[in-house]
């Protein structure tokens, strides 16, 4: 009885930015490690960003690093995504979820996921 919902996303430029937020609820959940993936048409689902609960530790892919940054923020049960430099090929469905074991980039151990926000990013 988690929901997540993730909000943010729109249509961009290339060199442009955007901030992702994603508000967790449910009478249950904790400050889990926190990750955000996404999914192109006809593509496999893919790792972004992760986060600890306590934000000391933070782990990203390889074609988002140095552009991408995850934060969060328990007291109000939010998790970011500031994207910069955005490039055509960061256009995807993104995610957020969570996960009840250590931090890791593995999509499979996300027990909770959002429905997902719309990037998309024009030439």
């Known amino acids: 009885q988690v929901q997540l919902v993730e909000s943010g996303g729109g249509l961009v430029q290339a060199g442009g930015s955007l901030r992702l937020s994603c508000a967790a609820s449910g009478r249950t959940f904790g400050n889990y490690p926190m990750g955000w993936f996404r999914q192109a048409p006809g593509k496999e689902r893919e790792f972004v960003a992760a986060?600890?609960?306590?934000?000391?530790?933070?782990v990203y892919a390889d074609s988002v690093k140095g552009r991408f940054t995850i934060s969060r923020d328990n007291s109000k049960k939010m998790v970011y995504l500031q994207m910069n430099s955005l490039k055509p090929e960061d256009t995807a469905l993104y995610f957020c979820?969570?996960?009840?074991?250590?931090?890791?980039?593995?999509?499979?151990?996300?027990?909770?996921w959002g429905q997902g926000t719309q990037v998309t990013v024009s030439s």
């Open positions: 986060i600890n609960w306590s934000a000391t530790s933070t």
């Open positions: 979820a969570s996960t009840q074991i250590h931090l890791t980039i593995k999509p499979g151990a996300y027990e909770y």
